[in-house]
């Protein structure tokens, strides 16, 4: 019998999860306002299930951006979740941002008919 161990199954590594950057500027992180830094963020995520999409749909009635939050948390790789948090307490407006690409990701968007 083998003693190599097979990586586990888990949710982690059967969901495919895709990079995700949003790059914006902080005109607050240099000296002055003429000073700006470019920030350019990245992160993994996976593809909302049905459920997950209908929670966000229900929620974002009370608190949209709490409902984009929680969404992002439960979508994001795993080695990804600590830094995104990091970056969301840093940038709050992030998990809109990110939030609405990847609701356009799976069909969803305001601009029907427009």
Do not use: C
């Not at 929680?70 to 969301?88: C, W």
């Not at 990110?98 to 990701?105: H, N, P, Q, V, W």
């Amino acid at each position: 019998m083998s003693d190599v161990k097979q990586p586990e199954n888990t949710a982690a590594s059967t969901r495919k999860y895709v990079p995700f950057t949003h790059s914006f500027e902080d005109p607050w992180a240099g000296d002055s306002a003429e000073d700006g830094q470019t920030v350019s963020l990245t992160f993994r995520f996976a593809k909302p299930t049905k459920t997950q999409l209908q929670r966000l749909q229900e929620k974002a009635v009370k608190n949209s951006g709490q409902a984009s939050r929680n969404l992002l948390l439960d979508i994001v790789h795993p080695d990804d979740k600590q830094r995104f948090m990091e970056s969301m307490e840093e940038y709050p407006g992030i998990a809109t941002s990110f939030a609405t690409a990847i609701i356009k990701g799976v069909g969803i968007s305001a601009e029907l008919g427009n």
